[in-house]
């Protein structure tokens, strides 16, 4: 139904993997599965978004999926949502209904209903979404379509020196500018934060472990509500001066243990070999 969440549920099946094709014409859809399998193969996941935008192709879908357009197994997912909530929604986006025409907004909701009503009836999975919010209708998405590897948080750690500037796309930044700086001990000035001599060094001064100890967990409170508000990707940035040394250690050590937390993880340096 026109409102109920159509590019909310699209946008998160892209999230999680799906190639999305948005407003197909249904006679389009064995062709979009065979160029598919062609370019990125047939393990693929594929979402295909039809809606009464279609038109006079829109009554071809149910053919289409009776007959079996595709060699892949097919599930028919079908969005809707109260009246009232559809017109509040829709009066909200400013956007006339496609079956309105010069009659109430109202009106075109019930003649969608009544074009729509076969393929309702046929849904492997109906969701009404009258009392969920954006972050809970992606949620029961990923419930429904995601996988393990596809559902989990994926986090960026990465390191930066402060003298060329912080990540612009850093949802946590941490300063480790109040440890001793490696660059002052002669052995260990040409090594980076890599090396295991300078990360024990680092992680051996007094307050990196205690830093580690409260740091990690907040991360770890903070990436299970990402998850239920729909958010799969944290970005973690950790800073000193130059970004060589007491960045690249912690960096590496803070992505080691969200690592054994069971987060996927990299571990990336951003300005390692800038000086």
């Given at each position: 139904?026109?409102?109920?969440?159509?590019?909310?549920?699209?946008?998160?099946?892209?999230d999680?993997?799906?190639?999305?094709?948005?407003?197909?014409?249904?006679?389009?859809?064995?062709?979009?599965?065979?160029?598919?399998?062609?370019?990125?193969?047939?393990q693929q996941?594929?979402?295909?978004?039809?809606d009464?935008?279609?038109g006079?192709?829109?009554?071809?879908?149910?053919?289409?999926l009776?007959e079996?357009?595709?060699?892949?197994?097919?599930?028919?997912?079908?969005?809707?949502?109260?009246?009232?909530?559809?017109?509040?929604?829709q009066?909200?986006?400013?956007?006339?209904?496609?079956l309105?025409g010069?009659?109430?907004?109202?009106?075109?909701?019930?003649?969608?209903?009544?074009?729509?009503?076969k393929?309702?009836?046929d849904a492997?999975?109906?969701?009404?979404?009258?009392?969920?919010?954006?972050?809970?209708?992606?949620?029961r998405?990923?419930?429904?379509?995601?996988?393990?590897?596809?559902?989990r948080?994926?986090v960026r750690?990465?390191?930066?020196?402060?003298?060329?500037g912080?990540?612009?796309?850093?949802?946590?930044?941490?300063?480790m500018?109040?440890?001793?700086?490696?660059?002052?001990?002669?052995?260990?000035?040409a090594?980076t934060?890599?090396?295991?001599?300078?990360?024990?060094?680092?992680?051996?001064?007094?307050g990196?472990?205690?830093?580690l100890?409260?740091?990690?967990?907040?991360?770890?409170?903070?990436?299970?509500?990402y998850?239920?508000e729909?958010?799969?990707?944290m970005?973690?940035a950790?800073?000193?001066?130059?970004g060589?040394h007491r960045?690249?250690?912690?960096?590496?050590?803070?992505?080691?243990?969200?690592?054994?937390d069971?987060?996927?993880?990299?571990a990336?340096h951003?300005?390692?070999?800038?000086?």
């Open positions: 139904m026109t409102g109920a969440g159509r590019s909310t549920a699209a946008k998160e099946l892209e999680l993997g799906f190639f999305v094709v948005d407003n197909l014409p249904p006679t389009l859809l064995r062709e979009v599965v065979r160029l598919v399998d062609e370019s990125k193969g047939s996941p594929i979402a295909v978004v039809v009464v935008r279609s006079s192709f829109f009554d071809s879908l149910q053919v289409n009776a079996g357009a595709t060699h892949r197994q097919a599930t028919l997912l079908f969005l809707e949502a109260s009246d009232e909530v559809l017109v509040r929604r009066e909200a986006a400013r956007r006339p209904h496609p309105q010069s009659d109430r907004l109202l009106d075109g909701l019930h003649r969608e209903r009544a074009v729509l009503a393929l309702r009836s492997d999975l109906v969701i009404d979404t009258t009392s969920l919010n954006v972050h809970q209708l992606t949620k998405i990923a419930q429904a379509f995601g996988t393990p590897d596809t559902t948080l994926k750690v990465v390191s930066f020196g402060f003298k060329y912080i990540p612009v796309d850093a949802d946590f930044v941490a300063d500018r109040f440890l001793p700086n490696p660059h002052w001990v002669p052995e260990l000035r090594l934060g890599q090396d295991p001599d300078v990360a024990a060094y680092v992680k051996g001064r007094p990196a472990e205690p830093f100890e409260q740091y990690v967990p907040l991360l770890r409170t903070v990436a299970e509500g998850l239920n729909g958010k799969r990707f970005t973690v950790v800073g000193c001066t130059g060589k960045s690249v250690a912690m960096t590496e050590e803070i992505a080691a243990r969200l690592r054994a069971g987060f996927e993880v990299r990336t951003r300005d390692l070999g800038r000086e």
